[in-house]
């Protein structure tokens, strides 16, 4: 299977895995499984960390592809296409890191990996 993390996701997968449902934790330990990561996560980390709304993640926003890769998690770039449908996405939840999350699950044929249930208004699988 495929799957793409949330940012929240990636983030207590390498730093507390304790956050995780039995569920997700077994998906990510699982080698036959493809899981990417997008340029948008690596986009909400900078931008929070920045803001001072996210400061433990400070060590991963500064070193991101070297967290992603020694994961062997594969990174995922923002596309046109992705950005187009985010912003055409028909549902009330406006967090634009989000919105991009869910275009790209739903273009790329990816089951998100979420602890939040915002993304089922955006009607893309989601697992926890």
Same mark, same amino acid.
């Given at each position: 299977?495929?799957?793409?993390l949330d940012?929240?996701?990636?983030?207590?997968?390498?730093?507390?895995?304790?956050?995780?449902?039995?569920?997700?934790?077994?998906?990510l330990s699982?080698?036959?499984?493809?899981?990417?990561?997008?340029?948008?996560?690596?986009?909400? @980390? !900078?931008?929070?960390?920045? &803001?001072?709304?996210?400061?433990? #993640?400070g060590p991963?926003?500064?070193?991101?592809?070297?967290? %992603?890769?020694?994961?062997?998690?594969?990174?995922?770039?923002?596309?046109?296409?992705?950005?187009?449908?985010?912003?055409?996405?028909?549902?009330?939840?406006?967090?634009?890191?989000?919105?991009? @999350? !869910?275009?790209?699950?739903? &273009?790329?044929?990816?089951?998100? #990996?979420?602890?939040?249930?915002?993304?089922?208004?955006?009607? %893309?699988?989601?697992?926890?």
């Open positions: 299977m495929r799957y793409l940012t929240h996701t990636l983030v207590w997968w390498l730093i507390n895995g304790d956050h995780l449902s039995h569920l997700a934790r077994a998906t699982d080698g036959d499984n493809e899981v990417m990561v997008s340029a948008v996560s690596a986009f909400e @980390l !900078a931008t929070k960390y920045r &803001l001072g709304k996210w400061p433990e #993640v991963i926003s500064s070193d991101f592809v070297k967290h %992603v890769m020694a994961e062997r998690f594969t990174l995922l770039a923002v596309e046109t296409s992705h950005a187009l449908y985010a912003g055409q996405l028909v549902a009330e939840h406006k967090d634009p890191f989000d919105r991009l @999350l !869910a275009a790209q699950s739903k &273009l790329e044929g990816l089951v998100i #990996v979420s602890a939040d249930t915002a993304f089922d208004t955006l009607r %893309v699988q989601r697992l926890w």
